[in-house]
């Protein structure tokens, strides 16, 4: 371990989804998501915690380490990044443009991209492990193809160590058959789980310190990516149509008297799934 | 007839039950082809030639496997320019996934996971939200990349055919992190969550002891499911659960006992076919949405179900 690391830059992607605790909607024509009750993905918590834990591992707040709080979207979008500012974020950026508007996955991984390249010097970049509402889950990948980065996705832990001269990742991976240990040098792309930590809540002193933490607000043109690139012209998928689905009706609900066990079986036995 | 690419990791001695989906749903579509990862074994091999595979692909580089999904990636890339593929075809696991979006990156392809159906202009059936939308995309730049969910299609029996051919591909390794431990949990010897025609889930009322579930799901050839209150309380690995933040099933019967049924763990089982409820509490949600549901204690209604089953087996 070196005497002196040096600060830490993490980005910290984050997205104002619609409330899972309510019915969710597709809108208008184009079929893109209702965002009008909407809240900091409740999945990009656990990345922002991760960050926040890496630089209090790492000589906290005075070693001069940036947690910056990344989004993309039109006006409301920006709350996501105020609550991650009231978290413990030290910076915001937010990418908005009209012609953002119906991006795909790969629109917005291609803004993305663009906005993580704009900052210029980030060591690690910070995913949840899916949104909650496009529940696709490509853009963290597709961000790493595009910025040529090793990525970890799925960590359900992470250490960072700082060895000859850079900085190096530790994370454990976990599917239904096997654990991994996985390791990066970085700059690194990495996706954590909701196993990874608890997150903290906004205290007080976070929600007035937020006030005055800076947010840049960034065009299209900014970053350098073309209107073409993203939005509705730059969508490689289209949805055609969207129709609800038809609500679930009860069914049968019976009270058990002692012989609900064989009932279900007679049940099954009509659904042929014996 | 365009090439249908079918992305295909590790089969083993045997093609698993999701491979042989996606194959005769590849048939349905074109000619079916074959992207491989790992060792190609005669029996799959003939396995490969009887789904009516001509040509199989594979890495001429070994060590992709311990690249992550970059290495994997590269190389369906690699395949599917290599066999000029009208489409590409993978499962719905959350690696299949990333093995798409990267590989829909570098064809600059567009890429839609979660199909259900998928009709010969390669247009798409999905769900979102949870279920509460059915929704059809299409791919409209490049070679359509997209995954299947499991028990989408039946799998056709396979009949006769040829070995098929296999060409290699060549790979050039890209930034990768890599993984350097690895330890195999015990097989529970139940089917996969993802690939399960039968699901039995648990919650808090089942208040520590997976036993009853893991007897019916055994009785009934199913998996063991979990509510997020279940995994968190450690009574089960993490990896069993369903609900938003955990695994989406779309079984032809979800056993559903102690769970509530809030809304983000119906977001992971409310396109099952057939749900049962077992909950003490005759308010529970999970009523709601059940085609039989039982008010009772699980401790009592599980074993005798699965004893009324054996019975009538024998």
């Known amino acids: 371990?070196?005497?002196?690391?040096?600060?830490?830059?993490?980005?910290?992607?984050?997205?104002?989804?619609?409330?899972?605790?309510?019915?969710?909607?597709?809108?208008?024509?184009?079929?893109?998501?209702?965002?009008?009750?909407?809240?900091?993905?409740?999945?990009?918590?656990?990345?922002?915690?991760?960050?926040?834990?890496?630089?209090?591992?790492?000589?906290?707040?005075?070693?001069?380490?940036?947690?910056?709080?990344?989004t993309m979207g039109g006006a409301g979008a920006v709350n996501a990044v105020k609550k991650s500012l009231q978290i413990g974020a030290h910076e915001g950026v937010h990418l908005t443009d009209d012609a953002l508007a119906g991006s795909d996955?790969?629109?917005?991984?291609?803004?993305?991209?663009?906005?993580?390249?704009?900052?210029?010097?980030?060591?690690?970049?910070?995913?949840?492990?899916?949104?909650?509402?496009?529940?696709?889950?490509?853009?963290?990948?597709?961000?790493a193809e595009l910025l040529e980065l090793p990525q970890v996705t799925f960590a359900s832990s992470l250490e960072l160590r700082h060895d000859g001269g850079a900085w190096h990742l530790t994370a454990r991976r976990?599917?239904?058959?096997?654990?991994?240990?996985?390791?990066?040098?970085?700059?690194?792309?990495?996706?954590?789980?909701?196993?990874?930590?608890?997150?903290?809540?906004?205290?007080?002193?976070?929600?007035?310190a937020a006030k005055k933490k800076q947010i840049s607000v960034?065009?299209?043109?900014?970053?350098?990516?073309?209107p073409s690139e993203v939005g509705h012209a730059g969508a490689w998928t289209r949805v055609e149509d969207a129709q609800p689905r038809p609500a679930r009706s009860q069914g049968v609900i019976i009270t058990d008297e002692g012989d609900a066990g064989r009932r279900l079986v007679d049940f099954l036995a009509e659904q042929k799934l014996l | 007839m365009a090439k249908v690419l079918v992305y295909i990791d590790t089969p083993g001695e045997n093609l698993h039950?999701?491979?042989?989906?996606?194959?005769?749903?590849?048939?349905?579509?074109?000619?079916?082809?074959?992207?491989?990862?790992?060792?190609?074994?005669?029996?799959?091999?003939?396995?490969?030639?009887?789904?009516?595979?001509?040509?199989?692909?594979?890495?001429?580089?070994?060590?992709?496997?311990?690249?992550?999904?970059?290495?994997?990636?590269?190389?369906?890339?690699?395949?599917?320019?290599?066999a000029d593929a009208g489409a590409v075809l993978l499962g719905n696991t959350f690696e299949a996934k990333e093995i798409a979006a990267r590989?829909?990156?570098?064809?600059?392809?567009?890429?839609?996971?979660?199909?259900?159906?998928?009709?010969?202009?390669?247009?798409?059936?999905?769900?979102?939200?949870?279920?509460?939308?059915?929704?059809?995309?299409?791919?409209?730049?490049?070679?359509?990349?997209?995954?299947?969910?499991?028990?989408?299609?039946?799998?056709?029996a396979p009949q006769g055919g040829t070995a098929p051919a296999v060409h290699p591909v060549d790979v050039a390794a890209p930034a990768?992190?890599?993984?350097?431990?690895?330890?195999?949990?015990?097989?529970?010897?139940?089917?996969?969550?993802?690939?399960?025609?039968?699901v039995v889930a648990g919650g808090r009322g089942v208040d520590g002891d997976f036993g009853p579930l893991e007897d019916l799901a055994d009785a009934?050839?199913?998996?063991?499911?979990?509510?997020?209150?279940?995994?968190?309380?450690?009574?089960?690995?993490?990896?069993?659960?369903?609900?938003?933040?955990?695994?989406?099933?779309?079984?032809?019967?979800?056993?559903?006992?102690?769970?509530?049924?809030?809304?983000?763990q119906k977001a992971g089982m409310q396109t099952a076919k057939i749900i049962v409820a077992i909950n003490k509490d005759p308010d529970a949600p999970v009523f709601e949405i059940a085609d039989f549901g039982i008010v009772g204690d699980l401790t009592s209604v599980l074993p005798q179900a699965t004893e009324e089953i054996r019975k009538r087996r024998t």
Not at chain 1, 130 to 135: K, L, P
Not at chain 2, 182 to 198: C, Q, T, V
């Open chain 2, 103 to 156: 590989a829909g990156i570098r064809l600059s392809s567009g890429v839609i996971t979660d199909a259900v159906a998928v009709d010969e202009s390669f247009a798409v059936t999905k769900a979102v939200f949870a279920g509460s939308y059915t929704v059809n995309a299409s791919v409209t730049t490049g070679r359509p990349i997209i995954t299947v969910k499991a028990n989408s299609v039946e799998a056709a």
């Open chain 2, 176 to 198: 990768a992190a890599r993984i350097t431990g690895r330890s195999e949990k015990a097989p529970s010897g139940r089917p996969s969550l993802d690939e399960a025609r039968i």
């Open chain 2, 220 to 264: 009934l050839g199913g998996a063991v499911g979990a509510s997020r209150a279940a995994t968190d309380a450690g009574w089960i690995d993490h990896s069993a659960q369903i609900g938003q933040t955990g695994k989406t099933v779309s079984p032809q019967l979800y056993v559903s006992a102690g769970i509530s049924g809030a809304i983000q």
């Open chain 1, 218 to 226: 960034l065009s299209l043109a900014d970053v350098g990516v073309d």
């Open chain 1, 1 to 70: 371990m070196d005497e002196t690391t040096p600060a830490l830059r993490i980005a910290v992607l984050v997205k104002h989804v619609p409330d899972t605790q309510f019915d969710r909607h597709l809108n208008g024509d184009d079929r893109t998501t209702d965002r009008s009750e909407s809240i900091l993905s409740e999945l990009d918590e656990y990345a922002l915690e991760a960050a926040l834990q890496l630089v209090e591992a790492h000589g906290g707040d005075g070693a001069g380490h940036r947690v910056t709080a990344v």
């Open chain 1, 174 to 208: 976990e599917s239904d058959n096997v654990a991994e240990t996985v390791e990066s040098t970085l700059p690194a792309i990495v996706s954590v789980t909701d196993q990874i930590n608890e997150p903290r809540y906004p205290n007080f002193k976070g929600i007035m």
């Open chain 1, 105 to 143: 996955a790969s629109g917005t991984s291609r803004a993305l991209a663009a906005v993580i390249r704009h900052l210029g010097d980030v060591d690690l970049v910070l995913t949840g492990m899916a949104s909650t509402d496009g529940e696709t889950s490509l853009v963290p990948a597709q961000l």
């Open chain 2, 17 to 82: 039950k999701t491979d042989r989906e996606l194959l005769t749903l590849a048939a349905t579509l074109g000619e079916p082809a074959v992207a491989l990862v790992g060792e190609l074994g005669d029996q799959v091999a003939a396995e490969l030639g009887a789904y009516g595979v001509g040509a199989v692909y594979q890495p001429s580089n070994a060590g992709l496997d311990e690249l992550l999904v970059a290495g994997k990636a590269a190389f369906l890339a690699a395949a599917a320019e290599a």
